[in-house]
């Protein structure tokens, strides 16, 4: 019997994966409560209040909120002097303040913007302490609910970046998401993000036909950037993703932009694609009246925990004891790659499922919510040393 299926007897934690089946309801609607709010990255102040609120009434210790809207609950070790374990989620959302946020449920989804990424995952991380306070299931080390901002678009993980100031290398960071059950991140993809902005002479569409046109030259630079080849191993990527200038139809353009991400799962790869880049982008700088300017706008750090890390193992042995059926273990880019980058332990683990994300059909199938919990529930005990002194 491993350390996990034990674990999974043990007379304080059987009843907490029992309550996730029994208090399914009453953690859904948790989700759609949370989900009701809106929290745009950079606007996520009324949710992350919201959270905070109940921290409080959950009597966890030393609830705050840091500057930018993080906000920090602890659960009191039941002794040990050993760093905490960090369960967080992220409350932003991909989706505008003004987003219609109404839902529809059937069978076993609920539609709604957010509703799986991340309302699930912060719903989760509240349903885990509670159900963790109701039934005693208290580990020697301190366990630390984050709600952490900045996760999506231009956050550029900010919030995870200050959790990681706050509690450093020594902690083990337990990441949510509420989608990707049976998902296992325990590699981080670099992002590098750019905006790059053209301005050119312009002029009259007739009258002064033949002066530069930003507009001209940033369709230019796309076509040079999708001709870039990038090795499908180590899985690297590039997208422009929104374009933007122009004055009307009948004027050549002064100033256009665009957003570029790169990615890839290998550092190295990430530079090399980056350098590419940047020599397509400075070929066409100071010419005919161009002048480019290439502004990094994010850096996501790519980092990978050690495959034999116990909590990769942990993670792989509570899917199985809370009987997933299919495991995948990858790469991506969340909130652990901040803690992945720094060469700290961290997981991402999915509580349900979801489909369409960051659509405005965005459904959560929470056919696994209760399994979803009951992985969270047992890699947040073993990292926290549950059971290692009966
Ligand atoms: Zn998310």
Redesign the pocket.
Known sequence: MTQINKLARHPRVAPVLKHFYEELESALELTIEIQQIAAPTFAEKVRAEHVMRRFEQMALADVSMDHIGNVYGRLPGSGSDRAPVIVSA?TDTVFPADTDLSIKREGNRIWGPGMA??SA?VAGLIHLIEAMQTHGAIPPRDIWAVANVG??GLGDLKGMRAVYERFGQKATYIVL???SFGHLIHQGIGVHRFKVSVSAAGGHSWADFGQSSAIHTLGSIIHQISQIQVPKSPKTSFNVGVIEGGTSINTIARNASFLLDLRSTEVATLKKLQKKVETIVSRYHDQNQVLVNWEQIGNRPAGTLDQNHPLIQWSVEALRTVGARKIEEGASS?DANIPLAHGAAAVCLGIANSGN?HRTDEYLDYSNFPKGMGQVLLVTLAAADFGQFD
């Open positions: 992220h990424d991340n995952g996760e999506e998401e509420g989608g969340t994300v």
